[in-house]
């Protein structure tokens, strides 16, 4: 008889788990078809996150709350900005992304804090008595960045803003002008891009060793666009270029009297 009771109890938890199953089943199916469609099953939904924002955040993200819980877990991250606390920071930053990996604020300013704060303040760090250690902490933190908008860039190719921050970075805090040119000319290849990244992007090029007569019909391409007249930095580098290219005088550009570069756009060192 107790073996029977066993048998019956079995039975009935293994039909029970069937219906549950069929059930839940069209529901789970939905519910991926969902997130796919919001371009969420693009990115990784794995152990790592669910550790991060706890198994409630985790079905929070996946049953369509991922903004609002993002937006919380960027406050949280501009809090540890404030006390300074860089890899809680990172750390943060890194679940804001996943989550909404199409809102490019998150992608931008996230790369802005690790490449420019949080490597400046790695430069400035009193605790740490070594020179070169410190600044190897602040390369890390430049590296992060890059990291931080590439990965912005698998998930956006399609838009310029992305791009013309890496530029920003490496011109700036890499101080490396073939990178920061290649940037900002992919950035100024889309159609809505302002004037000031094709500008830009040559300035850039005539910064690179044996590239600069390609600079030169590029700003001189500017220059005949009009683009002198709203950036008088471009007459400075066309008549820096024309005196390093030995131009004949009847064939440069009209008589330039600009002596250095005004401000260009972008974040200081």
Known sequence: MISRISYLRVFFATLLLALAGAVLLPW?????????NAG???ISLNLDLREQIGQSGFLAALSGFRSPLAA???IQAHIAWEKTEWGRM???????TTLQPHTLFYWDVAAWHMA???SLSALQDKKQQSEALRERSARQY???GRHILERGIRNNPNSYELYAALGRLAQFKEEDHAAAASAYAKAASFSDAPDYIRRAAAYELAKVPGREREAYD???ELYQKGQAKVAPSLLFYI????DKLQIPADQRMKPITTKSPPPMFGFPK
């Open 72 to 74: 919380l877990l960027w």
């Open 90 to 96: 990172a750390a943060l930053f890194d679940t804001v």
């Open 239 to 242: 008549r820096q270029l024309e």
């Open 116 to 118: 420019w704060n949080a």
């Open 40 to 42: 969420f099953r693009s």
């Open 142 to 144: 430049i590296a992060l």
């Open 218 to 220: 590029k700003l001189v």
């Open 28 to 36: 789970e199916v939905e519910l991926q078809s969902r997130a796919k």
